[in-house]
């Protein structure tokens, strides 16, 4: 199985420190826009604070980050683009990168944004999927 990974699960991933976020990145071919870093550095005292790693957080992450392939946004179409920003612009555009990678290539996005999931559903986006999902493909509850 192959996904973009939302922001959001990527937060999640820090903050709870849970390993089976480990396991799905390791089981499942996981893709990140580059965009996503300065995100991780705008919210990283957020992040830091409500971890509930401590001492092991940095050792998580590069863990987390050893099985991520980060796409730069130059590789990511035009096109893809903007079909994304015209899904995403009166939903939430900061979500476009995401959303145009998965176009791009043409594999689900894994958020657990549900105001963006219902959003893209109404338009016709349907290669998504949320946790419940991912942990139901790992064999998990």
């Known amino acids: 199985m192959e996904v973009v990974v939302d922001s959001n699960i990527l937060f999640s991933a820090l903050i709870s420190g849970k390993q089976v976020y ?22 990283e005292q ?3 604070r409500k971890t509930r790693l401590g001492n092991t957080f940095r050792e ?4 987390l980050f050893t099985d991520v392939t980060v796409i730069p946004k ?7 683009l903007a079909r994304a920003y015209e899904l995403c612009r009166d939903i939430d555009e900061k979500d476009t990168p995401f959303l ?4 791009e290539l043409d594999i689900p996005l894994w ?4 105001s963006l999931s219902e959003g893209l559903r109404n338009k ?3 290669k998504l999927l949320g946790s419940d999902d991912i942990f139901a493909f790992m064999g998990q509850k």
């Open 124 to 126: 016709g986006y349907n």
């Open 60 to 63: 998580f992450t590069r863990d």
């Open 111 to 114: 958020t657990n944004d549900k």
């Open 74 to 80: 130059l590789a990511i179409s035009p096109d893809s």
């Open 46 to 48: 957020r992040i830091l």
């Open 100 to 103: 145009a990678l998965s176009i």
């Open 22 to 43: 480990l396991d799905i990145f390791r089981a499942v071919d996981v893709y990140i826009p580059d965009f996503v870093f300065p995100e991780i550095e705008k919210y």
